[in-house]
């Protein structure tokens, strides 16, 4: 399986400001990789595919970027609604694989 | 509006068997793709397994082979995940998602289930 190493495991930042959640992946993924948010209490919800498409009704301050094994995902203009559990998933090989979660909070 | 809301989850024995439900609206069920995945109190997320659109074929994460079985009704809109000799590993809440049409990420998550396996 492919191992998705993300960090950092939690952050904390103020209110307008932009913060970089990372994942790597333990081999190629081709962009055949998706971040997903999970509020508190929620279930998780798509944010971005093929590393850097931003899916339907996804705000614009959020965007993905990277390739081969190293990815990215960042928030511009922190709002408190983004408090939650951000996940890396990989669908490049099978069976699909997560990241452990990077939890954000508000400073 | 796209829907899906889990059924089934609770307090179960260790060794019992369970079956958790998946009902779906606002979307033709029997188009897609879908999946079971779970997250343990506290932990990420972890893939469980898929069933083809039209019932026909089942894949598994390696981990869950043998004691999971997905399985779907779409006269009935619905999605299944039977689980069987059940162990405290599997407490945890149990996700029914949709896969997206052309890219294999889910795009549609039900709430959840919670399963709690105790003596």
């Known amino acids: 399986d492919i191992q998705m190493t993300q960090s950092p495991a939690s952050l904390s930042a103020s209110l307008g400001e932009t913060v970089t959640i990372e994942c790597r992946a333990s081999e190629d993924i081709y962009n055949g990789l998706a971040w997903y948010q999970q509020k508190p209490g929620k279930s998780p919800q798509l944010l971005i595919y093929n590393a850097n498409s931003l899916h339907t009704g996804v705000p614009s301050r959020f965007s993905g970027s990277g390739s081969g094994t190293q990815y990215s995902l960042k928030i511009n203009s922190l709002q408190s609604e983004d408090v939650a559990s951000y996940f890396c998933q990989q669908y490049y090989d099978y069976p699909p694989t997560f990241g452990s979660g990077t939890k954000l909070e508000i400073k | ?119």
């Open chain 2, 1 to 119: 509006e796209v829907k899906l809301v889990e059924s089934g989850g609770g307090l179960v024995l260790p060794g019992a068997s369970l079956k958790l439900s998946c009902i779906v609206s606002g979307f033709t069920f029997s188009d897609y793709w879908m999946r079971w995945v779970r997250q343990a109190p506290g932990k990420g997320l972890e893939f469980i397994g898929e069933i083809k659109p039209d019932g026909s074929k089942t894949n598994y994460a390696p981990s869950m082979k043998g004691r999971f079985t997905i399985s779907r009704d779409n006269a009935k809109n619905t999605l299944y995940l039977q689980m069987s000799s059940v162990r405290s590993e599997d407490t945890a809440t149990y996700y029914c998602a949709r896969l997206g049409g052309i890219i294999d990420v889910m795009d549609a998550w039900g709430q959840g289930a919670s399963v709690t396996v105790s003596s």
